[in-house]
Nanobody, 117 residues
């Protein structure tokens, strides 16, 4: 499976937006489901978004539903997570993985998202 390389993230004020990318290096994301996870300090890693590898269907955790949107561009071997109306409680390290399970074995390196005023 391809190595997953993340980009994006940073610091924004509440209500701001960010876009995270998860790109396949040395391979393809075709037909792979991709999961997005986040882990805040002192908390367990949680699954927040999953996009299917077959039909592009997506699942969102209630905490991000309506604010986050996942998409994939298989020509660019990249999955995107667009995050709008960010809240302080969204502050965490965000990870993508090559499946929609915390037990995934192929992970991106993680990227920090900080939401503060």
């Amino acid at each position: 499976q391809a190595r997953l390389v993340q980009s994006g993230g940073g610091s924004v004020h509440p209500g701001g937006s960010l876009r995270l990318s998860c790109a396949a290096s040395g391979g393809t994301l075709d037909y792979y489901a991709i999961g997005w996870f986040r882990q805040a300090p002192g908390k367990e890693r949680e699954t927040i978004v999953c996009i299917s590898g077959s039909n592009g269907g997506a699942w969102y955790d209630d905490s991000v539903k309506g604010r986050f949107t996942v998409s994939r561009d298989d020509l660019k071997n990249t999955v995107y997570l667009t995050m709008n109306n960010l809240k302080p409680e969204d502050t965490a390290t965000y990870f993508c993985a090559g499946e929609c399970s915390p037990a995934a074995t192929n992970w991106g390196q993680g990227t920090q998202v900080t939401v503060s005023s």
